[in-house]
């Protein structure tokens, strides 16, 4: 069964840096692509990146494009957020998500959950 598990996340100042991680167990991330997603509270979840299962293929939201680095190590089963200049509006909870090869395909297994907090 697989089981993501984020980590990362924390409080920082606006312009601040963290790297989020996603680290899978019971199974290998080679196959996955995996998805970053967050929510704000009272808002709905959005998807923030995605990285396809060979790394080749990347995307990311419109909001976050050339602040967010999305990666892969599968030798290591994770996958890392590189989040710079971060900005008020990027708090909330951050998820990652494995979908099958690609990320156009859909959410197969969530992870719980990490907290971002941007704040002076």
């Known amino acids: 069964q697989l089981h993501l598990v984020e980590s990362g996340g924390g409080l920082v100042q606006p312009g601040g840096s963290l790297r989020l991680s996603c680290a899978a167990s019971g199974f290998t991330l080679d196959y996955y692509a995996i998805g970053w997603f967050r929510q704000a509270p009272g808002k709905e979840r959005e998807g923030v990146s995605c990285?396809?299962?060979?790394?080749?293929?990347?995307n990311y939201a419109d909001s976050v494009k050339g602040r967010f680095t999305i990666s892969r190590d599968n030798a290591k089963n994770t996958v890392y957020l590189q989040m710079n200049s971060l900005k008020r509006e990027d708090t909330g909870v951050y998820y990652c998500a494995a979908k099958d090869l690609y990320c156009s395909n859909y959410v197969g297994t969530w992870g719980q959950g990490t907290q971002v907090t941007v704040s002076s």
């Open positions: 990285i396809s299962s060979s790394g080749r293929s990347t």
